[in-house]
């Protein structure tokens, strides 16, 4: 079975706090993806990286940043959280055709 | 403009019924067309995909793509209570370029 495993279910922050965001998959997928998913708005994607410390912007990048040091992991940066990235965020992996998602960490900014 | 759309519903059906969910897109460059389900609380599975044009049927499942006109169908026969989800297509042109959803719309199938 695909794993993909995010570091916490739930996380709550202060305003200006620097967050880490980390997602490890075990089926040696070179696509993995951040999207964050809010009611209304759908997965909005972030950033993308499909090899090992390559990395693109996705849509709505602005107020983070992402590092891919190892193939497995990929691991999402909010330099400075603020209220407004309150939400839900997904990481997944992908094989082409098919993405895996993470059970998700729903992220709350105080 | 986005590059795909899709009607965020929600759309409320007697069990049953035949359901159509559809997407359009902008980038014609796109070659492989994805249908994800989404429980409420869980991540996104892959339900079903196409490449290029054509129909796909898996179940009670039919995928439809429409490339000349950028139209992305899925429909469902029969629909079943347990069909209740978000349904999100997601367009995408290879292996190293973005995976991006449409905004998925919620369905309820009542009993």
């Known amino acids: 079975d695909v794993k993909v495993t995010q570091s916490s279910r739930y996380l709550v922050k202060r305003t200006g706090e620097k967050v880490f965001l980390e997602c490890v998959q075990d089926?040696?997928?070179?696509?993995m993806f951040w999207y964050r998913q809010d009611p209304g708005l759908g997965l909005r994607l972030i950033y993308f990286?499909?090899?090992?410390?390559?990395?693109e912007k996705g849509d709505i990048p602005e107020g983070y940043s992402v590092s891919r040091e190892k193939k497995e992991r990929f691991s999402l940066i909010l330099e400075s959280a603020s209220t407004n990235q309150t939400s839900m965020y997904l990481c997944?992996?992908?094989?082409?055709?098919?993405?895996?998602f993470g059970q998700g960490t729903r992220l709350t900014v105080v | 403009q986005k590059e795909v759309e899709q009607d965020p519903g929600p759309l409320s059906v007697p069990e049953g019924a035949i359901v159509s969910l559809n997407c359009t897109y902008s980038?014609?460059?796109?070659?492989?067309f994805m249908w994800y389900r989404q429980y409420s609380r869980k991540g996104p599975e892959l339900l079903m995909y196409?490449?290029?044009?054509g129909n796909k049927e898996d179940g009670r499942f039919t995928a439809q793509v429409d490339k000349s006109s950028k139209y992305i169908s899925l429909f469902i026969r029969d629909s079943q209570p347990s069909d209740s989800a978000t349904y999100l297509c997601?367009?995408?042109?290879?292996?190293?370029?973005?995976?991006?959803f449409g905004s998925g719309t919620r369905l309820l199938v009542r009993p």
């Open positions: 196409t490449y290029s044009s």
């Open positions: 997944a992996s992908s094989l082409l055709t098919e993405a895996f």
């Open positions: 997601a367009p995408l042109m290879d292996s190293s370029y973005k995976l991006i």
């Open positions: 990286s499909y090899d090992v410390k390559m990395k």
């Open positions: 980038n014609s460059a796109f070659q492989y």
């Open positions: 089926m040696d997928h070179e696509n």
